[in-house]
């Protein structure tokens, strides 16, 4: 057990990957001498040769295409994608190849390509730099998407990622790069697809992942105090969703809050409404509710903090969900 | 037309272009100092030479009318020759043309969803293709059926996507032939992507045989993001590729002035990459430069531009109808260069084959042609079932829920099915 931000337990995961998987490599922009815009990779060329730790030209559609072409050969690539808003010049290769290639060949190929990348606003950063384009790519077959909200879960669900033979989008919450937590290096919280329940309760489940589990918690203990007890889900995983821990917390609590930072409309907490609407219909004592961004453009830094979904929101749509 | 007159292969007389036009040679071409492009040179084309290629430039060994001219770099590469492979070559043109015509019919009766003719381009695609070696790997748009032939493809596989019994139709890991890719481009990157690999294995392991790539593209991908993005990644880490562009002057119904001001060739030296210009339609001068090519990727100096001038005959797609947008004459004309005629005259005159050589060829295309026909109609139906098997490698919750529904949804029409046979009977 040792304690170390998120940033450096990514670090310290991909180091471990790097070291006990010779076909692994880690290819972006900026992410050798630099060691990334955030860090992450930081001191990992020094140590394992610019072979292993590529700075690729300025092309995120190439980082992928080539990326593709390399696990074809063998290789296991791990990419970085600068930043959220950046992803787009790589979209097609991401969605009509990538995603595709296995189900294209029948079976016979596989694209075991990791793809990081740090997403989510609070950071008072320009445009493009604060974004959660999450459910456009959980909408795409053939992609896995997790996302994790602590340091442990960072340091294992990267090196999960890599030994997934499916391409896995990895998405970092970059505000909760600096959080501390403790890192078990030995033993590892098990299936990266699985939800966890980060704390229990009985009167409502609130469903957050990545950069909103620590509000939720936040937002948890503020309603304790005014004698709620609520149930926080971290998700982990975006595709597949674990629909059954979900659907079994909504089966003992009769109320479901879903957050998250992208657009609510066309989003992942629809999705999950949904489902544990038929689910759990008799169970829930209200309706589904979402806290998430408004259907806008990510806003600039000066409002950001009226968009992102903060205790108080999380708050009011569990009083809301109360009310019923 | 510019278009048809521009991809003119050496004969003068018909080269001017109806546009004004600057001289390539004097404008883009001109590599940066410090250019990778080689300065070794002096041949027809021009294009290994530090200046651009003019739009008439090609390099070519056979002509139109049967007639060999000597190139200093290349002609070395086809002099030493078995006949048996001259035959070859021209065994194999015939083989995809015959086999386009069968697929072509099988479209219109209505046995295939859509077919994409190759006829005119059997020269660029089987001397390319017979230049690589086993280890070698080809990354194919989707008209690639000559190349497919020299990698050792049962044809009867390409027409499994244009039935849509699947979207693949072949492994890819037995012939090094990829899979064809339908976004246009997307696959040069791949083809980088492979070859960026292939020098990482020679990094891990020197004994690894030494391979390249051949990424192919047209003249219409040409324009694509993607094809920039992958040359500069192929330029910046040597990676042993060549890029492959059939420029058939036709993108659907586009003309190639509107992709490109210059010959593409040209585009090669701001990559900093050797680039030539060869004739499309002859079959030994793109065996000779793709062979000087791949040996070039391979022994680790880096990718190189082929660009083979050639023409479209036939329509895109047995959807497209291309009297809506060119002109007969220039069909016509194409047809003059057909790359068939000129390798058969060459054979004939060399006494390198006789009528009964001729007589055979033919009658292998008809066996293979009904062997084709025969695959297709008794394709059967695709499975529903293998798609959900196949969206990811490992188990995935929501595809097995899916699936079960579906299964559960299915077996409940047993019963409807079970009283319809019996009342049918009754």
């Known amino acids: ?324 | 037309m510019g278009a048809a007159q521009q991809a003119d292969t050496g004969t003068s007389g018909s080269g001017a272009p109806a546009s004004p036009r600057p001289q390539a040679g004097n404008q883009a071409g001109n590599p940066p100092a410090g250019s990778q492009a080689p300065s070794s040179a002096g041949n027809s084309a021009g294009v290994l030479r530090n200046a651009g290629v003019g739009p008439d430039e090609a390099v070519q060994l056979l002509d139109e009318h049967g007639a060999t001219h000597h190139d200093a770099t290349f002609s070395s590469y086809i002099e030493k020759l078995d006949p048996d492979v001259l035959r070859g070559f021209y065994r194999d043109m015939a083989t995809v043309r015959r086999f386009d015509t069968e697929a072509t019919a099988l479209q219109r009766q209505g046995e295939l969803a859509l077919w994409v003719p190759v006829i005119g381009q059997e020269a660029a695609q089987i001397g390319s293709g017979s230049a690589m070696n086993k280890a070698d790997y080809a990354f194919p748009t989707y008209r690639e059926h000559g190349v497919a032939l020299t990698r050792g493809l049962d044809l009867a596989d390409l027409l499994k996507l244009f039935r849509g019994v699947t979207n693949g139709g072949w492994d890819p890991r037995e012939t090094n032939f990829h899979l064809y890719t339908l976004v246009l481009a997307a696959q040069t990157l791949h083809a980088v992507g492979y070859a960026m690999g292939i020098s990482r294995d020679l990094v891990a392991d020197p004994t690894t045989e030494p391979a390249a790539v051949v990424a192919y593209f047209g003249d219409g991908a040409s324009s694509e993001g993607d094809v920039h993005e992958s040359m500069v990644f192929a330029a910046s880490y040597d990676a042993p590729v060549v890029f492959f562009c059939q420029n058939n002057n036709w993108a659907i119904s586009v003309p190639f002035e509107v992709q490109s001001k210059i010959p593409l060739v040209n585009r090669a030296a701001g990559y900093g990459m050797p680039g030539i210009r060869v004739d499309g339609n002859d079959v030994l001068a793109v065996y000779a430069v793709t062979q000087w090519a791949l040996d070039h990727a391979r022994s680790g100096h880096g990718p190189v531009f082929i660009e083979a001038s050639t023409y479209r005959v036939g329509a895109h797609t047995t959807a497209d109808d291309p009297t809506k947008y060119r002109m007969n004459a220039e069909e016509e004309l194409w047809k003059t260069r057909d790359p068939l005629a000129r390798l058969e005259t060459y054979l004939r005159a060399e006494n390198l084959a006789d009528d009964a050589f001729f007589e055979q060829v033919k009658n292998d295309g008809d066996e293979l042609a009904a062997h084709v026909r025969r695959t297709t109609l008794a394709l059967g139906s695709a499975d529903i079932r293998h798609k959900f098997a196949t969206v990811y490698a490992e188990a995935h919750p929501l595809v097995a829920e899916e699936l079960a529904w579906f299964e559960n949804y299915e077996a409940s029409f047993a019963d409807v099915d079970t009283e319809n046979a019996q009342g049918g009977a009754a």
């Open chain 1, 1 to 324: 057990m040792s304690t170390m931000t998120m940033a450096k337990a990514i670090n310290e995961g991909l180091r471990a990957k790097l070291a006990n998987d010779p076909k692994s490599f880690l290819m972006g922009e900026d992410i050798g001498s630099l060691g990334g815009v955030y860090r992450i990779t930081e001191g990992l060329k020094a140590e394992f040769g610019a072979h292993r730790v590529m700075d690729t030209p300025l092309a995120e559609s190439g980082i992928i295409g080539t990326a593709l072409g390399m696990a074809l050969r063998g290789h296991r690539p791990i990419c970085e994608i600068q930043f959220d808003g950046f992803v787009f010049p790589a979209f097609n290769q991401i969605t009509t190849q990538l995603a595709k290639i296995r189900t294209r060949s029948d079976g016979q190929l596989s694209a075991p390509v990791v793809i990081r990348i740090p997403y989510g606003g609070g950071i008072g950063s320009i445009e493009h730099h604060s974004e959660s384009p999450e459910a456009l790519f959980a909408h795409t077959p053939g992609l896995r998407i997790i996302t994790p909200s602590n340091a442990n879960d960072a340091y294992w669900m990267i090196q999960q990622a890599v030994e997934c033979k499916d391409p896995v989008i990895f998405f970092e919450p970059k505000r909760r790069y600096w959080l501390k937590g403790e890192v078990d290096t030995e033993n590892s919280p098990g299936d990266p697809f699985k939800a966890h329940v980060v704390r229990e309760g009985s009167d409502a489940t609130l469903v957050a992942y990545g950069p909103l589990v620590p509000v939720a918690l936040a937002a948890a203990n503020a309603a304790a105090e005014d004698g709620h007890s609520v149930e926080v889900i971290d998700l982990r995983s975006i595709s597949p969703i674990d629909f059954d821990t979900v659907e079994a917390s909504v089966n003992k609590t009769g109320r479901l809050v879903v957050a998250h930072e992208a657009p609510t409309f066309g989003g992942i907490g629809g999705e999950i409404a949904s489902r544990i609407s038929e689910r759990c219909f008799y169970s829930l004592e209200a309706p589904a509710i979402r806290v998430g961004g408004f259907h806008m453009p990510y806003p600039v830094a000066r409002v950001e903090e009226h968009y992102l979904p903060d205790i108080d929101r999380m708050l009011e749509a569990l009083d809301r969900a109360f009310a019923y």
